[in-house]
T-cell receptor
Framework: QQKVQQSPESLTVSEGAMASLNCTFS??????FRWYRQHSGKGLEMLVS????GEKEEGRFTAHLNRASLHVSLHIREPQPSDSAVYLC???????????FGAGTQLIVIP | GALVYQYPRRTICKSGTSMRMECQAV??????VAWYRQSPQKTFELIAL?????????EQNFTQEKFPISHPNLSFSSMTVLNAYLEDRGLYLC???????????FGPGTRLTVL
């Protein structure tokens, strides 16, 4: 069973400073790794979906995947207070449509 | 564009009663629907995967007897929480996709409070 762990649990950054979030997984055979965010009381918003090792950029959000290290990270450039949310890492499972989620990182961006 | 609606957005039910929630896909064919639950202080757990014209697959700790799911066509799915108790509180998300490796689109969720 795929295990997904995120760190840190909570991260506070100042507006404009780069925010970096980490995610490790136990099974590197998955073909898809995603980052979502969830604002308080809301559903999921997908930020980046990455399929191969390297980097994928979507606006201010960049994911780095290193399958050999079982690691995928998310970097947020010039974070704003509106980016304050819980960020969730998800790894696609062997059953299509099944995602394994991490516990999330609470990001707080201070003006 | 592809959208997923969930209804109701919030609901409150008394302990021991049942509550039905709906998921509607617009702009694409929802061949497969995944229902997730996010309990307080926890991450999302998969309840079941439903594919039209196939058996619904429930994850360990979740059963059809407790969470019956209907997926009658390519745009609609519903799930009922039977005999809801405190541990059933949380945000229930529906994720719908067309077959194969198509992208999964999530609805905004149904937040269930049990009194």
């Amino acid at each position: 069973q795929q295990k997904v762990q995120q760190s840190p649990e909570s991260l506070t950054v100042s507006e404009g400073a780069m925010a970096s979030l980490n995610c490790t997984f136990s099974d590197g055979t998955s073909d898809n790794f995603r980052w979502y965010r969830q604002h308080s009381g809301k559903g999921l918003e997908m930020l980046v979906s990455i399929f191969s090792d390297g980097e994928k950029e979507e606006g201010r959000f960049t994911a780095h995947l290193n399958r050999a290290s079982l690691h995928v990270s998310l970097h947020i450039r010039e974070p704003q207070p509106s980016d304050s949310a819980v960020y969730l890492c998800a790894v696609r499972g062997s059953a299509l449509g099944r995602l394994h989620f991490g516990a999330g990182t609470q990001l707080i961006v201070i003006p | 564009g592809a959208l997923v609606y969930q209804y109701p957005r919030r609901t409150i039910c008394k302990s021991g009663t049942s509550m039905r929630m709906e998921c509607q896909a617009v702009g694409f064919q929802a061949t497969s629907v995944a229902w997730y639950r996010q309990s307080p202080q926890k991450t999302f757990e998969l309840i079941a995967l439903s594919t039209v014209n196939s058996a619904i697959k429930y994850e360990q700790n979740f059963t059809q007897e407790k969470f019956p799911i209907s997926h009658p066509n390519l745009s609609f799915s519903s799930m009922t929480v039977l005999n809801a108790y405190l541990e059933d509180r949380g945000l229930y998300l529906c994720g719908a996709r067309t077959g194969g490796y198509a992208e999964q689109f999530f609805g905004p969720g149904t937040r269930l409070t049990v009194l």
